[in-house]
């Protein structure tokens, strides 16, 4: 019995068959300076397979949170993994995962208020969550990453201040255990798990139940440390430069780092090994499609003081003080004290492309590797006379491979 693909996987896969092909388009960049031009492929806009649409979507979403919404403060990373029985049930239904992950962020948020020095009824923490749905070896591992601001925000008699926290192992441990009781009395009372499976998983929850992990902080002063956090956050599911073809182009090696495979550690230099995994090609096609994260479904979800519907949002941002635009409808946030730090200047709406590209590389690629001038897009080619008018001059392809029909499957095998 074979189950049907959904139709989201097979339309990313698709759309990623006609990204960066000449023959669908292009634009035309010139350089102002030696005139020297040459075209750019129209990328697709898929959500899974792509690694450059993949990069820029983790880029984007790594400078938009640095540079317009986090305040400028120590910041601690909590990973909350549950076992394998439970992920089931949150690769398949998204109303469970919301209410895990709710779950995760008002236990940390409480064990952070806990962990602070400030005495204010009213301070409150906040961050940034991030489903996971992958592993290290390409295989499907639902878990959350939570960047927290690393205190409370608290209010006083001169604005907002940021009190710090001290977050130990035994702050862990209660989180640890506090998460792990109530997300299975959430699945004992939706039916998922009887009495007798829950109270034995309560029993070993500490061998081969739940894992919370916040050894990783990034100081206040380090803005490098917690971009590279987030990026690390929002990653996607597998990384280009280290897929490779093998054996004739039939198997696929990619290949794992040791220090990935050991966690995130910015703190220490971990040794660089390698180990490779190799899948077939249907493997691996197999492996990325069941990764591929569903339509209409945030990827991250900001919470606590962060959160859009918070009262102090706009006065935490780092963009706080700063005197909105000519055609900004957003309010003049109110004073807030210096523990934030200095303010950025920018508008979070869009990012270029080229600017991310130069964030990451250090190279920016709107400048002529020439002569060093100024290089700017003259023009957007969509039109099919035209696009292969242009890319028979130069001698590329006219169309795009094509691609081979599916086999049939076999006559034994039974189709629901």
């Known amino acids: 019995m074979v189950d049907p693909v959904p139709a989201y996987i097979e339309c ?75 992920c089931l049930f949150l690769n398949v239904d998204a109303g469970y995962l919301n209410r895990v992950a709710a779950i995760a962020m008002s236990e940390v948020q409480r064990a952070t208020a806990g962990a602070s020095t400030s005495t204010a009824q009213s301070a409150r923490s906040g961050g940034v969550l991030f489903v996971l749905r992958f ?49 299975l009395g959430l699945f004992e009372r939706r039916g998922l798990l009887s009495r007798e499976t829950v109270a034995l998983m309560q029993g070993c929850w500490q061998r081969g139940g739940i894992s919370v992990h916040a050894g990783v902080r990034v100081a206040a002063q380090d803005s490098a440390g917690r971009e590279r956090l987030v990026r690390y ?17 039939t198997q696929v090696r990619y290949r ?32 990325v499609a069941a990764l591929i994260p569903p339509p209409r479904k945030h990827r991250h979800r900001y919470f606590g003081v962060l959160a859009p519907n918070s009262p102090w949002r706009a006065q935490v941002m780092a963009q706080a003080g700063r005197k909105p635009g000519a055609g900004s409808k957003a309010p003049r946030p109110k004073t807030v004290r210096t523990d934030f730090g200095a303010t950025r200047a920018g508008h979070p709406a869009r990012y270029l492309w080229a600017w991310l590209l130069a964030r990451i590389y250090g190279v920016f ?31 590329e392809a006219t169309s795009a491979r094509a691609i081979n029909p599916a086999p049939s499957p076999p006559l034994n095998m039974k189709i629901a």
């Not at 450059?52 to 986090?70: P, Y």
């Not at 956050?233 to 182009?249: D, H, I, K, S, Y």
């Not at 040794?271 to 077939?280: A, V």
């Open 12 to 86: 990313d896969l698709r759309i990623y068959l006609e990204c960066g092909i000449l023959a669908d388009g292009f634009a035309r960049a010139r350089c102002e300076k030696c005139g020297h031009d040459f075209w750019v492929a129209y990328s697709c806009k898929g959500r899974g397979v792509c690694t450059g649409r993949n990069t820029r979507r983790m880029l984007a979403t790594a400078s938009h949170i640095v540079e317009h919404v986090a305040p400028i403060v120590a910041v601690r990373q909590w990973v909350v993994v549950l076992p394998k029985r439970l």
């Open 135 to 183: 592993g290290v070896t390409l295989n499907a591992h639902v878990h959350l990453h939570l960047c927290v601001l690393d205190g409370v925000v608290a209010q006083g008699r001169q604005g907002l201040a940021f009190v710090g926290a001290r977050v130990d192992e035994a702050c862990v441990e209660r989180v640890q255990a506090r998460v792990w009781h109530r997300v």
């Open 233 to 249: 956050c929002a990653r996607p599911m597998f990384a280009g430069e280290r897929l490779v073809w093998a054996g004739g182009r």
């Open 256 to 287: 794992l780092l040791w220090a990935a495979l050991q966690g995130y550690r910015p703190e220490q230099q971990q040794q660089q090994r390698s180990i490779e995994l190799r899948l077939s090609a249907s493997e691996f096609l197999d492996r």
């Open 365 to 395: 690629p709107l400048k002529c590797s020439g002569c060093g001038g100024r290089v700017r897009l003259v023009g957007f080619i969509t039109e099919p006379v035209t696009v292969r008018q242009i890319i028979e001059h130069v001698g």
